[in-house]
């Protein structure tokens, strides 16, 4: 298992992890100097087929200045229109309406603006526009690998009006959600990223749950309760202790009030997907917390029994454990004295598997690649015993199934060195580098006097390198920078 990564430190990496994307979507956000010649100008005040900038903002108008600074400014916004907005710019994509959703007036001073929408419920699908002081349309449909929620970033934004329009991918959609902008001052992407995925929010089980609620009482049968769910969320479930992890929404998923007099209760999650890692956490009636990842070794889904289960408010929140990714799948709620919920059948075979997608980005890098080094974000780990799979030497720690990265790599390099450096002093890493040749190259510590791994590649051949970064300690996470250089580096 692993948490997906934030993705690079610059608007010119992004372009490079371009190539390697195999959607037909983008994956990643644009950002753009509002210097830029516009390609399609949409002047206010002037209606151009069927966007009219001169109509007032459906969701209000918005002024901010220099004193903008610490936190996201909020809109609810619901998405979608009858205006393709394809046809006013080639690389846009999504049904937004005639009128703007929101207006910014900006008068402030940063070197960087982002926009970003988050709908209400997971998994659905917005995009954006915004038309810019000078006249120039940006468009985004997925800000990341991972998620179907747009972001547009603006370099050295212009002072001046900025016309938001939020739509849906698909025609005829309309998704509530809320639409935030902040002030990035000096902020590299993967920042802003991290702001807004992952912004110190914490559960509230005060809030309506997203999936409904029930009573159960002595009349609950044989017959489980069954609601079919989509996993992941905003909010990671580490802050929570007691084995809790992975992200969920701000609210409930599910609630039940419990009535009856049952000796057990069992609640389990079924991926309606073979392989997807899925969690769980419920609040009890006397506000403790009980969390699971996975409740058998042989797959991925997460179940949790209540002995005695005592009367009262159980708030449910059905997790993802990777970062960005939504999963669909069904809760069963059950009295496990009456009906028994199927266990897995098949299983699932723990080993790094250089088949599958990397977690966290494909990138090409050649001899005398710039800048150098070229560096990424990363939160590493999983739950593969690397060392259990006899690799080579110091080939160890607990790592992710599927790469943290992939390497697509060209030309003939005197040396190439690989480097993970971990954000907190004392964290201990491990890299794992499948070579194109299907060599295993292992590194734990660089030297004596640090815990940062570092592998030193003499005349590395070209083609394709699978990348681990493999947490030392089992269940733990850990957050650093990924580096590649032709040149000397400090550990």
Same mark, same amino acid.
């Given at each position: 298992?692993?948490?997906?990564?934030?993705?690079?430190?610059?608007?010119?990496?992004?372009?490079?992890?371009?190539?390697?994307?195999?959607?037909?979507?983008?994956?990643?956000?644009?950002?753009?100097?509002?210097?830029?010649?516009?390609?399609?100008?949409?002047?206010?005040?002037?209606?151009?087929?069927?966007?009219?900038?001169?109509?007032?903002?459906?969701?209000?108008?918005?002024?901010?200045?220099?004193?903008?600074?610490?936190?996201?400014?909020?809109?609810?916004?619901?998405?979608?229109?009858?205006?393709?907005?394809?046809?006013?710019?080639?690389?846009?994509?999504?049904?937004?309406?005639?009128?703007?959703?929101?207006?910014?007036?900006?008068?402030?001073?940063?070197?960087?603006?982002?926009?970003?929408?988050?709908?209400?419920?997971?998994?659905?699908?917005?995009?954006?526009?915004?038309?810019?002081?000078?006249?120039?349309?940006?468009? =985004?449909?997925?800000?990341?690998?991972?998620? *179907?929620?747009? !972001? &547009?970033?603006? #370099? %050295?934004?212009?002072?001046? +009006?900025?016309?938001?329009?939020?739509?849906?991918? =698909?025609?005829?959609?309309?998704?509530?959600? *809320?639409?935030? !902008? &902040?002030?990035? #001052? %000096?902020?590299?992407?993967? +920042?802003?990223?991290?702001?807004?995925?992952?912004?110190?929010?914490?559960?509230?089980?005060?809030?309506?749950?997203?999936?409904?609620?029930?009573?159960?009482?002595?009349?609950?049968?044989?017959?489980?309760?069954?609601?079919?769910?989509?996993?992941?969320?905003?909010?990671?479930?580490?802050?929570?202790?007691?084995?809790?992890?992975?992200?969920?929404?701000?609210?409930?998923?599910?609630?039940?009030?419990?009535?009856?007099?049952?000796?057990?209760?069992?609640?389990?999650?079924?991926?309606?997907?073979?392989?997807?890692?899925?969690?769980?956490?419920?609040?009890?009636?006397?506000?403790?917390?009980?969390?699971?990842?996975?409740?058998?070794?042989?797959?991925?889904?997460?179940?949790?029994?209540?002995?005695?289960?005592?009367?009262?408010?159980?708030?449910?929140?059905?997790?993802?454990?990777?970062?960005?990714?939504?999963?669909?799948?069904?809760?069963?709620?059950?009295?496990?004295?009456?009906?028994?919920?199927?266990?897995?059948?098949?299983?699932?075979?723990?080993?790094?598997?250089?088949?599958?997608?990397?977690?966290?980005?494909?990138?090409?890098?050649?001899?005398?690649?710039?800048?150098?080094?070229?560096?990424?974000?990363?939160?590493?780990?999983?739950?593969?015993?690397?060392?259990?799979?006899?690799?080579?030497?110091?080939?160890?720690?607990?790592?992710?199934?599927?790469?943290?990265?992939?390497?697509?790599?060209?030309?003939?390099?005197?040396?190439?060195?690989?480097?993970?450096?971990?954000?907190?002093?004392?964290?201990?890493?491990?890299?794992?580098?499948?070579?194109?040749?299907?060599?295993?190259?292992?590194?734990?510590?660089?030297?004596?006097?640090?815990?940062?791994?570092?592998?030193?590649?003499?005349?590395?051949?070209?083609?394709?390198?699978?990348?681990?970064?493999?947490?030392?300690?089992?269940?733990?996470?850990?957050?650093?920078?990924?580096?590649?250089?032709?040149?000397?580096?400090?550990?």
């Amino acid at each position: 298992m692993h948490r997906t990564a934030s993705l690079i430190s610059s608007a010119l990496l992004i372009i490079i992890l371009l190539f390697s994307g195999c959607s037909t979507k983008r994956k990643v956000a644009e950002a753009a100097s509002v210097t830029t010649t516009p390609e399609i100008p949409v002047p206010k005040g002037e209606q151009i087929n069927s966007l009219d900038n001169s109509q007032p903002p459906a969701y209000g108008e918005i002024s901010l200045d220099a004193s903008f600074d610490a936190e996201p400014h909020k809109v609810s916004v619901t998405s979608g229109g009858e205006v393709n907005v394809l046809l006013f710019k080639d690389d846009c994509t999504g049904y937004v309406s005639v009128a703007p959703d929101a207006m910014l007036n900006w008068s402030g001073n940063t070197s960087r603006l982002a926009f970003f929408f988050e709908p209400n419920t997971r998994g659905k699908d917005a995009t954006m526009a915004i038309n810019l002081p000078n006249g120039m349309i940006l468009c =985004n449909d997925d800000a990341f690998d991972g998620t *179907t929620d747009p !972001i &547009i970033i603006v #370099d %050295n934004p212009l002072r001046g +009006e900025y016309f938001i329009r939020v739509g849906s991918y =698909n025609e005829n959609e309309y998704h509530e959600g *809320t639409l935030y !902008i &902040i002030k990035a #001052d %000096n902020m590299e992407i993967n +920042e802003i990223h991290d702001r807004f995925k992952n912004p110190g929010q914490e559960v509230d089980y005060t809030q309506p749950p997203a999936y409904g609620e029930i009573t159960l009482n002595e009349t609950f049968g044989r017959e489980p309760h069954i609601i079919e769910i989509t996993t992941g969320g905003p909010v990671n479930l580490n802050y929570l202790g007691n084995a809790c992890m992975g992200y969920v929404s701000v609210a409930p998923d599910f609630r039940i009030n419990w009535a009856g007099n049952s000796p057990e209760l069992r609640f389990r999650f079924v991926a309606g997907e073979t392989g997807k890692d899925a969690t769980m956490a419920i609040n009890m009636p006397d506000g403790s917390w009980l969390c699971n990842d996975d409740e058998f070794e042989s797959d991925y889904n997460p179940g949790i029994t209540i002995e005695n289960p005592q009367a009262g408010q159980y708030d449910i929140w059905i997790g993802s454990y990777n970062e960005g990714e939504h999963i669909t799948g069904t809760l069963y709620i059950a009295d496990p004295t009456l009906f028994q919920i199927p266990e897995p059948q098949r299983v699932v075979e723990k080993k790094l598997d250089y088949s599958l997608e990397p977690g966290s980005g494909t990138f090409r890098l050649q001899q005398g690649f710039v800048p150098d080094p070229f560096s990424i974000s990363a939160r590493v780990g999983g739950e593969v015993a690397v060392e259990e799979l006899g690799l080579g030497d110091n080939c160890k720690g607990f790592a992710a199934i599927a790469p943290d990265f992939r390497l697509n790599w060209s030309g003939t390099a005197e040396n190439l060195r690989v480097l993970f450096r971990a954000d907190q002093q004392g964290k201990d890493a491990v890299l794992i580098v499948n070579l194109s040749d299907g060599t295993w190259v292992c590194n734990d510590n660089a030297n004596a006097g640090t815990l940062n791994p570092l592998i030193l590649l003499n005349q590395p051949s070209e083609g394709q390198m699978d990348i681990w970064i493999a947490a030392k300690n089992q269940g733990e996470q850990i957050t650093g920078t990924l580096f590649f250089t032709e040149k000397q580096i400090n550990p």
